[in-house]
């Protein structure tokens, strides 16, 4: 059985979690585009944030953050649709710690068990529904993994 119908669903779903293990409301919910944004809408409902994109590149050297907000002091929560790899998180990392935020937290309906301690490293909390034990597609965990491109996540988001 998945444990998520589709993105929208998996962001209703942890919209919920991040309510109860997130103790106070944050400053800004940033939403990696493209998968990340019908995840992280849901989210931004459930605190009442509007949710801000954040443009990550896949290259062939691997991700590479294109925008960086400005963070410094901000309580953080960044949004995906899951963690595969970790490499997106890892990234998306780096580049935030750079401007300083007060906190740095990552939600997302999906997180290996393998990645969760190298990624708390970087990040002060993350908040995960699924925590396999190892590295699986994340179609696996959906029954309709409806991506989406950068455009419509940028409609999304200007619709929100």
């Excluded at 801000?52 to 400005?70: F, I």
């Excluded at 970790?86 to 935020?101: E, N, Q, Y």
Aim: with cysteine; glycine share 8%; aromatic share 4%.
């Amino acid at each position: 059985m998945k444990s998520f119908e589709n993105l929208r669903d998996a962001g209703g779903k942890l919209a919920a979690l991040v309510k109860a293990e997130y103790p106070q409301k944050p400053d800004v919910i940033l939403a990696v585009i493209p998968n990340g944004v019908p995840v992280a809408l849901p989210v931004g409902r459930g605190l009442g944030l509007p949710v801000r994109g954040l443009p990550v590149l896949r290259t062939a050297d691997g991700p590479v953050v294109l925008e960086v907000p400005t963070v410094a002091g901000l309580r953080v929560i960044v949004i995906d649709d899951g963690v595969e790899t970790g490499a997106v998180a890892r990234v998306v990392a780096a580049s935030l710690i750079k401007g300083g935020p007060a906190s740095l937290t990552l939600a997302v309906p999906v997180c290996p068990r393998q990645s969760l301690a190298e990624l708390a490293l970087r990040y002060d909390q993350i908040i995960a529904i699924d925590k396999p034990l190892v590295h699986r597609s994340l179609a696996w965990h959906y029954s309709d993994f409806d991506t989406i491109d950068e455009t419509s996540a940028l409609h999304l988001l200007a619709g929100q």
